[in-house]
């Protein structure tokens, strides 16, 4: 995803002429499933209007402007997550179709026409929606199509052969393409996601190998300060290569926290292992930073009024990752489910806006609808309130007691330009990268001309 979103933002408040016409915020009884159904299924309403991919000429898969492709990978998850908490089936041909068409050649999630905006944050994200479609037993693609895991082991093996141990002792760069801005910086939504994925492949194959790349990925976070060696667990943004990653962009996201905890929680849950375990409980206590009166909120933006388009969504992926976590480690569960049920009915009640009446705000402990809308505020709000059911429902499968995707270990690792790690870039791939380039600047210079004549 690209750094700067202020546009976006400005199209969104220009579009703000909606009006409340009906004031009916949802109220949602905890303890009574239909109520829940009816709430969500009008948020998740809400979330299928940003769709733009049924209607004639548009593209499968994608939400209308301004949402980047990696956040239709994130929608994609979080409408998994509707049908299988909820029992609602109403989106699943438009969820297989939307995760099928957006492979890309390789089936690796790498569309060539993602190539100006695909990092390997953006990769991962769709990877994460085909992991859970796994885990969950979603409905198999046909036998002629890739399969749920075929796909995030691809996403997995190609992220894995970017591991640029050449600076910074390893670790990811954020971007996959030389001409992406932020090439040189090493995050941590990237890192942790890689994490996240090869955990949950551990669980679901029980393939030591990648519990082996979870744990080197984990380390090398941990020794460039990704995550805090202090009192608390925090995690952080990323790191410059430029000064060998020895200074930390300190910013706290929901999401980066969750992806920790999460992969922390399916390997503990894999292993048993005690070190796991820990893990999984210091990034739990070091998530309260993200609650106010056990109401979740993005921290670093919220109260200022500065979440841009992207970090609007953040807070979905997180409900999402707590309510796995729940499932998979016992001692997690009375924190998590607190914190779940209060954002959940706080939430309710934001959505209240909107010309249908029910359109959910970002600021969950505002009294009513704060105003804010977009594809992030139904993401975020429908995850929370799906995930008041994490307990009832069965944990992440596996492939030996439930999951019914195959795979394949060497997924993704045919050799392909995209696919390869900047370390062993062909000569191929460099005249692909630089022919790019060269298009992109002639295109620059064709925009500059036109606008001075
Ligand atoms: C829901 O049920 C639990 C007991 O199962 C009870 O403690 C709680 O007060 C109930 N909540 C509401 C909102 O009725
Ligand atoms: C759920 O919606 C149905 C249909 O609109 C309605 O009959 C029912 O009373 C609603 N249930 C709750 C608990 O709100
Ligand atoms: C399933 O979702 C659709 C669309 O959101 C909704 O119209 C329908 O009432 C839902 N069904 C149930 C049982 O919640
Ligand atoms: C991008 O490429 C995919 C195939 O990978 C194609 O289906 C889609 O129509 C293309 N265009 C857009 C705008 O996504
Ligand atoms: C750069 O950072 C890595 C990871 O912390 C470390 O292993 C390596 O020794 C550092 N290199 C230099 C030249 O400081
Ligand atoms: C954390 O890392 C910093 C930087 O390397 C170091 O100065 C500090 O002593 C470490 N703190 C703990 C508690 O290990
Ligand atoms: C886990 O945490 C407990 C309590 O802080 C500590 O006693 C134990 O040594 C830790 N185990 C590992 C493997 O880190
Ligand atoms: C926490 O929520 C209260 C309202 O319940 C609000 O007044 C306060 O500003 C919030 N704190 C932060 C840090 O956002
Ligand atoms: C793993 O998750 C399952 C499903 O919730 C649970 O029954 C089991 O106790 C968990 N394993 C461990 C080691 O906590
Ligand atoms: C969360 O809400 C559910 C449904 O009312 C209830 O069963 C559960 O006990 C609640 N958990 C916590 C920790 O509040
Ligand atoms: C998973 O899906 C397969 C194929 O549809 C089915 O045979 C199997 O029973 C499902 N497993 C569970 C646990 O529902
Ligand atoms: C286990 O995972 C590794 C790493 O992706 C892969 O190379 C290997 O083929 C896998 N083994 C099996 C039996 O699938």
Not at 95 to 122: C, F, K, R, W
Not at 241 to 267: H, K, M
């Amino acid at each position: 995803m690209l750094v700067s979103k202020s546009i976006s933002t400005f199209l969104l408040l220009s579009l703000a002429s909606i009006l409340p016409s009906q004031v009916s915020a949802l109220t949602l009884d905890l303890n009574d499933t239909e109520s829940l159904q009816n709430a969500t299924s009008l948020v998740a309403y809400g979330l299928m209007d940003y769709y733009t991919g049924n209607q004639y000429g548009k593209t499968v898969g994608m939400f209308s402007d301004p949402y980047y492709w990696w956040q239709a990978g994130g929608a994609w998850g979080s409408m998994l997550d509707y049908w299988y908490y909820m029992n609602n089936d109403t989106y699943n041909d438009d969820i297989m179709a939307a995760l099928l068409h957006q492979t890309g050649d390789d089936n690796d999630y790498v569309p060539l026409n993602q190539s100006t905006t695909e990092g390997n944050d953006d990769q991962a994200f769709w990877g994460i929606a085909v992991m859970t479609a796994a885990e969950r037993n979603f409905t198999n693609p046909p036998e002629d199509q890739p399969q749920w895991l075929y796909l995030a082991q691809a996403v997995f093996n190609t992220m894995a052969m970017r591991w640029d141990s050449d600076t910074c002792g390893g670790g990811l760069r954020w971007q996959i393409f030389i001409w992406n801005s932020g090439y040189d910086y090493k995050n941590t939504v990237s890192n942790g996601a890689l994490f996240h994925i090869a955990s949950r492949l551990a669980r679901y194959t029980g393939n030591q190998s990648y519990v082996d790349w979870a744990e080197k990925v984990y380390d090398w976070m941990y020794d460039v300060h990704l995550i805090s060696n202090g009192s608390y667990m925090y995690v952080y943004d990323g790191v410059n290569i430029g000064d060998n990653c020895t200074t930390v962009t300190p910013y706290q996201w929901t999401y980066n926290q969750g992806l920790l905890l999460s992969g922390c929680a399916y390997l503990y849950n894999f292993t048993g292992e005690e070190l796991w375990h820990n893990r999984t409980k210091n990034l739990l206590t070091a998530a309260g930073v993200f609650f106010n009166n056990s109401i979740l909120y993005e921290a670093a933006c919220q109260g200022h009024n500065t979440c841009n388009t992207d970090q609007r969504s953040f807070k979905a992926y997180f409900s999402r990752f707590l309510g796995t976590t729940a499932q998979l480690v016992p001692e997690t569960r009375n924190q998590i489910m607190h914190w779940i049920n209060t954002s959940a009915v706080a939430a309710a009640q934001s959505c209240s806006g909107g010309t249908d009446g029910h359109t959910c705000g970002i600021n969950w402990f505002a009294d009513g609808w704060d105003g804010m809308y977009g594809l992030g505020e139904q993401m975020a709000a429908l995850e929370i309130m799906v995930n008041t059911k994490a307990l009832s429902k069965a944990a992440p499968y596996t492939s030996s007691n439930g999951g019914s995707s195959v795979g394949d270990g060497a997924a993704g690792t045919e050799p392909h330009p995209t696919n390869l790690a900047p370390l062993h870039i062909t000569k191929g791939s460099r005249a692909g990268a630089g022919i790019i380039t060269a298009v992109i600047g002639i295109s620059i210079v064709t925009c500059a001309l036109w606008l001075v004549f």
